[in-house]
């Protein structure tokens, strides 16, 4: 099945588009010519990803990239800007931000980032993808490899999100042992997932510590 991209662009003189180029290169692409056409073709096309090419349509793409994440929180968003105009991602309500010029390859290579993952044993939670055969994790425009350890701990919390899961439940269920006394090398494993989830792993947006419980997943 082929993955589908919203492309937002116009045909503004000088500046460059890219639908066409997506298309040649095995996507299903829909063109829409602004924010509000795009809101109308997210239920009936089902994107995988979106695309704002703002200079093609005269716009910074600010708002139209956050009335997509307001209609369809959780679709990855990709905001091409000039650069005279780049703003940081922080700034922008988009998973990745290109500036101009650059290269269809580039291009492809950051949606290449951002679609789903496509194995059949997969497990998603909010924002988070978690690829049990790859051991691999997807979360906000960012794929990381896992060890198989800290993939079985996420895919535990994954289960049962937004419950507090016990420091020696977690233990014994990935551990495998009932030898619970020195939950250090826990504490250790759930400091890598945060590096792999989180923007700033200091101040964990989805995994979080009930000091002397336990942790809990939010999505």
């Known amino acids: 099945m082929k993955s589908k991209i919203l492309c937002v662009e116009g045909k503004y003189a000088g500046k460059?588009?890219?639908?066409?180029?997506?298309?040649?290169?095995?996507?299903?692409?829909?063109?829409?010519?602004?924010?509000?056409?795009?809101?109308?073709?997210?239920d009936s096309f089902k994107p995988h990803?979106?695309?704002?090419?703002?200079?093609?349509?005269?716009?910074?793409?600010?708002?139209?990239?956050q009335s997509l994440r307001d209609s369809?929180?959780?679709?990855p968003i990709i905001l091409i800007c000039d650069e005279s105009?780049?703003?940081?991602?922080?700034?922008?309500?988009?998973?990745?931000?290109?500036?101009?010029?650059?290269?269809v390859r580039k291009l492809n290579n950051r949606?290449?980032?951002?679609?789903?993952?496509q194995?059949?044993?997969?497990?998603?939670?909010?924002?988070?993808?978690?690829?049990?055969?790859?051991?691999?994790?997807?979360?906000q425009g960012r794929k990381t490899h896992l060890t198989p350890r800290m993939t079985h701990l996420l895919e535990v919390?994954?289960?049962?999100?937004?419950?507090?899961?016990?420091r020696d439940n977690l233990f014994r269920e990935v551990w495998e042992t009932d030898f619970v006394e020195d939950?250090?090398?826990?504490?250790?494993?759930?400091?890598?997932?945060?590096?792999?989830?989180?923007k700033d792993p200091r101040k964990p947006k989805f995994l979080k510590t009930l000091r002397g419980v336990g942790y809990r997943l939010d999505v």
């Not at 460059?16 to 692409?29: G, I, K």
């Not at 105009?85 to 290269?103: G, I, Q, W």
């Not at 919390?157 to 016990?166: A, D, H, I, S």
């Open 157 to 166: 919390l994954m289960r049962e999100p937004g419950t507090v899961v016990e």
């Open 111 to 117: 949606i290449k980032s951002l679609l789903p993952l």
């Open 16 to 42: 460059p588009v890219f639908a066409e180029q997506l298309t040649s290169r095995e996507y299903e692409v829909k063109s829409a010519l602004s924010g509000k056409e795009a809101l109308v073709f997210i």
């Open 72 to 75: 369809k929180d959780g679709l």
């Open 183 to 198: 939950t250090r090398t826990l504490d250790v494993h759930i400091s890598w997932l945060r590096k792999a989830l989180e």
């Open 119 to 139: 194995s059949k044993n997969c497990l998603k939670a909010g924002a988070i993808q978690l690829d049990l055969e790859q051991n691999q994790v997807r979360c």
């Open 49 to 65: 990803i979106v695309i704002v090419n703002a200079p093609s349509i005269r716009t910074t793409g600010y708002r139209i990239c």
């Open 85 to 103: 105009e780049s703003p940081s991602r922080d700034e922008a309500p988009a998973n990745a931000v290109l500036s101009l010029p650059f290269t």
